[in-house]
């Protein structure tokens, strides 16, 4: 028995495979078509050198080809390595040597950024897979290059069948996150943990750990077909997952490489999808938005589900107007936790700030002794996860130690983010201690401000920020960006809507106003960008 994520996608193979796995625009993938091809590549890895435990890199947007190398990486029990396509070329330096990749599959778009990072760096990236994308760049490099494959010939020259040897539990996943500082770090777990928090291996409603690896395949076997959409880059942990629980179930994920809000829509009406997948309010505004001006059939969504990012408590309530019968969920996660808790948002009843949320029963907030701390006391604290958590950071020991703690001889998992208990037992994120803001000894944390700011008819999108303070050692600063067509808002008029959900201590102080906001690939918050625009020039309004 291996609860790995490609034993669980070969048992849906073998139960359903002639289903449509993998659907984009016209072309689609069956289980059976599926299997092989990542078959073939995985064969194609281990002719490379790629052995058990070493790192392939995954260079590439939201594609079907990006599912079938993912799936290849983890039968070949590789570790996989996503590697964000936004990143300059000093960036891709670090995640290259720091993961030690010996392999690197890349769309041919970024040959150019591959070419220059390996020229330059001391890599141990023996060999290069390119996908074709449609672009028409050379996928040599002058100098300093590897040995090169194209994808379909990668595929092309290798068996398909399943003859590998047999995978354990320990197999290891490894999720590179940015967070909001630092330098990327590799996450790295057990492939049966992640399963259980990410993948469907505790019950989602129940809590019921499952001991059955052929469950999930036969469950869906026996069902009728769901179909996922995943929006957010596979870079994003939480997409990943999303597809992987699709193909644990025998369902039909739809994968696209750009974010357009009304070709998402079209996509929706096209695959008729049931379950929508988003990153809060950086992908679900401009949807409900382009949504709301359209005119497309919706009328097969069931669910719409936020994680990872503030799903603002104002737009939640117009994806209910949108959707009164489907259920819109907002989750807690981090790539060093995993799930934590859910809500379901109900229309007029969303707080405002991050979410308040149902933990599952290994969810805790802890005091900074390590105390549990109590439902309705009011205290704030750390969140943190006990049971299945990751192993370490990859080449992070001094970080590991900081993150992965020892308290009553229980391992907790305690990544920064801080949280408080409500009387019901609830929880209520507030943020990464990193960015928060002490304005006076008060901590402010700007999740919670920039929600109440996005509740300004006027306000597209803000990040918050501590700049500064000569009396109060910083001040609450708003980095905005007006909706189109709109004036900017004054920073009385700011002031205002947020008095009406917080503390007169946490409204802003001062605004500057961009053109575009600038956010991770995943939608969180670039605080150093905001930060940096706050440094540069002085502030549009400020008092």
């Known amino acids: 028995m291996a609860f790995t994520v490609a034993d669980l996608v070969e048992h849906a193979v073998d139960l359903m495979p002639d289903r449509i796995a993998l659907e984009s625009g016209e072309r689609s993938r069956t289980y059976s078509e599926l299997d092989q091809r990542a078959n073939a590549l995985a064969h194609t890895l281990r002719e490379l050198g790629v052995k058990p435990g070493d790192a392939v890199g995954l260079y590439s947007r939201n594609t079907i080809e990006a599912v079938e190398a993912m799936l290849a990486i983890f039968k070949a029990r590789a570790v996989m390595v996503n590697v964000n396509y936004r990143y300059v070329e000093n960036e891709l330096e ?18 150019p950024r591959v070419c220059n990072v390996l020229s330059k760096s001391a890599t141990d990236v023996t060999h290069r897979i390119v996908v074709d994308d449609g672009s028409d760049v050379p996928i040599e490099c002058t100098e300093g290059d590897a040995a090169v494959t194209a994808f379909e010939d990668a595929i092309a020259s290798s068996s398909t069948d399943r003859d590998f040897e047999q995978r354990t539990n320990d197999d290891l996943y490894m999720l590179y996150t940015g967070g909001t500082t630092g330098k990327p770090k590799g996450v790295i777990w057990r492939q049966e943990d992640v399963w259980r928090v990410l993948g469907g291996g505790i019950d989602w409603y129940t809590g019921r750990p499952i001991d059955d690896e052929w469950e999930l395949a036969r469950t869906g076997a026996e069902g009728g077909q769901l179909v996922r959409f995943a929006i957010p880059p596979f870079i994003h942990g939480g997409s990943q997952w999303a597809v992987f629980q699709s193909l ?17 829509w079209a996509a929706v009406q096209r695959h008729g999808v049931h379950v929508i997948f988003i990153t809060g309010d950086a992908m679900g505004r401009p949807m409900i938005d382009a949504l709301e001006a359209g005119d497309y059939d919706t009328s097969t969504v069931v669910s719409v589900a936020s994680s990872a990012a503030l799903f603002s408590a104002s ?11 489907a259920v819109i969920v907002d989750a807690i996660g981090s790539s060093e936790t995993g799930f934590g808790g859910m809500g379901m948002a109900v229309k007029g009843q969303s707080r405002v700030g991050a979410p308040t949320v149902k933990a599952d029963p290994n969810t805790h907030v802890l005091a900074d002794d390590g105390r549990l701390l109590q439902p309705g006391t009011g205290e704030v604290g750390r969140l943190a996860r006990s049971g299945h958590i990751p192993l370490r950071y990859h080449n992070a020991p001094e970080k590991s130690a900081e993150t992965f703690v020892f308290y009553d001889g229980v391992r907790y998992s305690m990544p920064g983010d801080f949280a408080t208990i409500e009387a019901d037992g609830t929880i209520t994120m507030l943020g990464r201690g990193s960015v928060s803001i002490n304005t006076g000894g008060e901590k402010v944390f700007p999740e919670e401000v920039e929600a109440a700011l996005k509740a300004h008819p006027d306000v597209f999108d803000a990040v918050v920020v501590g700049t500064p303070d000569e009396r109060f050692g910083q001040r609450v600063a708003a980095v905005v960006q007006v909706r189109d067509g709109a004036a900017a808002p004054t920073l009385d008029s700011l002031g205002e809507v947020v008095r009406t959900e917080l503390a007169g201590y946490k409204c802003p102080r001062s605004v500057w ?8 690939p995943a939608g969180k ?11 540069q020039r002085d502030a549009d309004e400020a008092r």
């Open 315 to 325: 737009i939640k309530d117009r994806y209910l107007d949108r959707f009164p019968n």
């Open 525 to 535: 918050p670039d605080y150093r960008w905001a930060r940096e625009v706050t440094e």
């Open 248 to 264: 644990f179930a025998g369902g039909k994920a739809v994968v696209y490489p750009e974010f357009e809000p009304d070709a998402i």
């Open 513 to 520: 106003f961009v053109d575009q906001m600038k956010r991770s």
């Open 94 to 111: 670090h995640i290259f040597v720091d993961s030690q990749m010996a392999v690197l599959i890349h769309e041919r778009q970024y040959t």
